[in-house]
T-cell receptor, first 111, second 115 residues
């Protein structure tokens, strides 16, 4: 069975600080990894995805993530956060229709 | 506009009264899925469908039913709702390819309260 673990439940940063959110997955098959963002009161939106190729993937709004196979990790990064990045972030793995999401990380950016 | 539409957006009802939450997508996606979102638990998959007449259980299917008679619609049915099904529900859809690597498009959510 696949599982996803997000280590940080709540992160508070000041604007311009750098961000790294941890995500570890447990799955032995072909890995399709995603990061989604949920702004307050809205539905989830895709930030970025990885399924093959360059392990460093770039997404929208300056976000990027690095897939490290040996560590079963897919951490999300952003060099300089903005107040508008305040949201909940979910890491997810998908295989043949079965989707597993992490518990989510709430990011609060202070102006 | 490409979208996933859920109805109703909010519903308060009582234990045991059957209800259906509809989900419709206009993107001709093969794959559709239902999730519930609870504080501290993230999103948990209830059921998913890879195509018309094909449905499979997710991680928390108990107390729910689904059907996929048409490609665009994937209703979620609670035959006898109970208070522990009070939650925020999301429907999602995506294209389907051999590698299951297509991102999902989510609806705006349905907040259900079962009294």
């Amino acid at each position: 069975a696949q599982s996803v673990s997000q280590h940080n439940h709540h992160v508070i940063l000041s604007e311009a600080a750098s961000l790294e959110l941890g995500c570890n997955y447990s799955y032995g098959g072909t890995v399709n990894l995603f990061w989604y963002v949920q702004y307050p009161g809205q539905h989830l939106q895709l930030l970025l995805k990885y399924f093959s190729g360059d392990p460093l993937v770039k997404g929208i709004k300056g976000f990027e993530a690095e897939f490290i196979k040996s560590k079963f990790s897919f951490n999300l990064r952003k060099p300089s956060v903005q107040w508008s990045d305040t949201a909940e972030y979910f890491c997810a793995v998908n295989d043949a229709g079965k989707s597993t999401f992490g518990d989510g990380t709430t990011l609060t950016v202070k102006p | 506009e490409a979208q996933v539409t859920q109805n109703p957006r909010y519903l308060i009802t009582v234990t045991g009264k059957k209800l259906t939450v509809t989900c419709s997508q206009n993107m001709n996606h093969e794959y559709m899925s239902w999730y519930r979102q609870d504080p501290g638990l993230g999103l948990r998959q209830i059921y998913y469908s890879m195509n018309v007449e094909v449905t499979d259980k997710g991680d928390v299917p108990e107390g729910y039913k689904v059907s996929r008679k048409e490609k665009r619609n994937f209703p979620l049915i609670l035959e006898s709702p109970s208070p522990n099904q009070t939650s925020l529900y999301f429907c999602a859809s995506s294209l389907l390819n051999r590698n299951s690597n297509q991102p999902q498009h989510f609806g705006d959510g349905t907040r259900l309260s079962i009294l």
